[in-house]
Each structure stands twice: as structure tokens, then as C-alpha cells.
């Protein structure tokens, strides 16, 4: 019984871990955050968006405001400085963006698992840090606290001119990257902003970073809010099947070739009209499509049973993301978002490599 409970308390996350993952989690924001947008019309509004006009974000003034300070918001997470003010807003200005190309009477839902992420960990940040006593800055003059700020604005500055730096590279270089690749050529910088900015807050201010209790719960609500996403996968399955969604799951391999076409004629590349050997054999093997499907959707619906389980997240991390890549090669559908999410949070690579004391035999030989 004892065993039984190990694996339901809550884990301990340390100041370096909860750290790391504040970064994975922002540069991962950051990289799928719009560039722009141009949507000027909201004709089928959804969300916050049956309430506000939301098309004042194509405007190019308005979405650089918008992306300014959303940066501000980035690097204030990532500092770990007062998650409970910080969270809210960033996630209220990461939804916004996403709210508006849904109001064009199509749905996608490929970043629904970062804004439902956010909200989670704004929850818990707000009800943790709330039952914590407030953060003491008496001993804190206006200089202290006028840096840590002047260093996001700076930060943020750079990264919103980054695009013009790049075009001078491009020309003098010869280099073809998309944006996305030129956010990724920049994490080293983005790293090491963001660690000089939290121990400029830790030294200065002693209590700003978050609590272990926070720290924890952190970890926790970014789990469950993961679980939540493919809980809902399954009982949607399920009830617009009519509970048929199992015993029809061999017909799906007739999707992927759907797929396949799909994307031949969007990008007119040979390669998507091929239908995979793996489609064809499902279609074939309608009893090994169903254990297939069916273990997919049963992965789907125990995950809840990893939250907080350090040994049993990463499995079932390592075990979705393999189905992800299953799906990516039989359907031609990336689920990137999911992935990067379930990296963060279940396979949590920063905890394992503190937890299997990677870095001491290193400092040892410096030494």
C-alpha cells in the first residue's frame, strides 16, 4: 500500500529544474507565436472574440504592440517574478492571436495545447503563490528593480527588430532560413538573457523566485493540463462515433490516404501521392488496425495515471510521442505542439539529467 502511494505524492522540483522548464516552455511561445497577421475580418467570431474586435491585430502597428508586450511577458515568466500577475496576462496575450484565426469559420486547434497549458499553470500559480506570504522588497531600491525591467525591454527590443538583422545576414550570406529557423539560430542568446536576468532577480530580490510548492504545482498543472488534451481526444472519439469508434478504427487508414491527397494537392509533390506500406497493410489486417487504434486510444485515456509519477510520465511521454511519430508517417499529420509538450512535461529531460548526476563528474574533472 505504501508502494501504491509513492506514486501519487507530489514531486519535488527543485529551483534548477522548475527553471528549465520555464525556458523550454517560453521558447517554445515565443516560436510559435505569429509573425503576422492578416485577417481583417472576424466573421465567425469564437472565444473573447463574440465580445471584441479582434482584427485591430492585423494591423501592423497593433500586432507589434501586441508582440512587444508579449516578450515583456516572456522574459517576466521565465525570470520567475510574481508567476500569479505574469501568467494571467501572458496567457490572455497568447490567446488572442489564435482567437482570431478561428473566427474566419474554420477551426484549427494545432496551438489549443499551449493557450490550455498556460491556463493551467496560471491557475496554479495563483492559488500557490496567494497561500505563500507576498514577496518582501523593502530592502530593494528603484535602480535594483529598474534593471531587471530595462533588461527585458532591451531584450525585447532585439528580438523584435531580429527580422531586420536577418535580412542584412541573408543578403551578405546568402543564408535561406524561415522565420521560425531564425528564432531557433537565436535560443543561445535567449538562454543566456534569461539566465542572467533570473540571477540578477535572485540576488537582488531573495524571495521573488517562485516557491518549491509553486514549483511543483507548476509541474503538475502542466501535466494534467497535457492529460486533459488527450482525454478529451478520447471521449470525442468516442461519443460522435455513437461508441462505434473502435470497430470502425480500420476505415481511419482510408483517412490517412485522404490525408495523403490533401496534402499532394495543397504542395503538388509526388511523394504524397505513394500510399505508405503501413496504410495498406492496416487496410488489409482490419483485426491488427484495431489493436493498433485501439492501444492509441487506451495510452490516450491512462495518461492521467503519470501525473506526478516522475518514472510513469516519462514512459508515457516516450510512449505518446513514439504514437505521434506513428501517425506523422502513416498520415502525413504533425502533432509538433503535443510533442514539445509532452517532452517538457512528462519526459522532462533537465530533471534526469540533475536526477542522474550528469554534471558533477564533469565538474569533478575540471577541478
Not at 91 to 96: S, V
Not at 223 to 238: E, H, L, R
Not at 243 to 266: E, G, M, V
Amino acid at each position: 500500500m505504501s508502494r501504491f502511494k509513492s506514486y501519487f505524492q507530489l514531486p519535488t522540483v527543485k529551483r534548477i529544474e522548475a527553471f528549465c522548464l520555464r525556458i523550454l516552455l517560453a521558447f517554445t511561445l515565443l516560436y510559435f507565436f505569429p509573425d503576422k497577421l492578416d485577417l481583417k475580418y472576424q466573421l465567425h467570431p469564437v472565444g473573447l472574440a463574440k465580445w471584441f474586435d479582434l482584427t485591430w491585430l492585423s494591423d501592423p502597428l497593433g500586432f507589434a504592440i501586441i508582440k512587444f508586450v508579449f516578450l515583456f511577458f516572456i522574459f517576466a515568466y521565465v525570470s520567475g517574478f510574481k508567476l500569479r500577475i505574469v501568467l494571467p496576462f501572458l496567457t490572455l496575450i497568447q490567446i488572442l492571436p489564435y482567437t482570431l484565426m478561428n473566427s474566419q469559420g474554420y477551426f484549427g486547434h494545432s496551438y489549443q495545447i499551449l493557450s490550455i497549458v498556460l491556463i493551467w499553470i496560471s491557475i496554479s500559480a495563483v492559488i500557490t503563490e496567494s497561500i505563500n506570504k507576498k514577496n518582501n522588497l523593502a530592502d530593494c531600491n528603484f535602480f535594483q528593480l529598474t534593471i531587471p525591467i530595462l533588461a527585458i525591454l532591451i531584450t525585447t527590443i532585439f528580438f523584435t527588430q531580429s527580422q531586420r538583422v536577418f535580412i542584412l545576414m541573408t543578403s551578405l550570406f546568402q543564408i535561406s532560413l524561415d522565420h521560425k529557423q531564425l528564432l531557433l539560430s537565436y535560443f543561445p542568446i535567449f538562454l543566456i538573457l534569461a539566465i542572467s536576468l533570473n540571477r540578477f532577480i535572485t540576488i537582488k530580490i531573495k524571495t521573488s523566485e517562485p516557491s518549491e510548492l509553486t514549483n511543483s504545482w507548476q509541474l503538475i498543472a502542466g501535466q494534467t493540463a497535457v492529460a486533459s488534451v488527450y482525454f478529451i481526444s478520447v471521449i470525442s472519439k468516442i461519443y460522435i462515433s455513437n461508441w462505434l469508434w473502435l470497430a470502425n478504427s480500420p476505415f481511419l487508414a482510408l483517412d490517412f490516404i485522404k490525408s495523403n491527397r490533401q496534402s499532394f494537392y495543397s504542395l503538388l509533390d509526388p511523394k504524397y501521392l505513394e500510399v505508405p506500406i503501413g496504410t495498406l497493410y492496416l487496410l488489409e489486417n482490419q483485426n491488427i488496425a484495431r489493436i493498433f487504434f485501439g492501444s492509441g486510444l487506451l495510452l490516450e485515456f491512462s495518461v492521467f495515471i503519470a501525473i506526478g509519477c516522475r518514472k510513469l510520465s516519462l514512459l508515457f511521454g516516450i510512449l505518446l510521442i513514439t504514437m505521434h511519430q506513428l501517425i506523422k508517417y502513416l498520415m502525413t499529420v504533425n502533432f509538433q505542439t503535443n510533442e514539445i509538450m509532452l517532452l517538457i512535461f512528462f519526459v522532462n529531460l533537465p530533471y534526469w539529467i540533475l536526477h542522474i548526476n550528469l554534471v558533477k563528474p564533469i565538474l569533478a574533472i575540471k577541478k
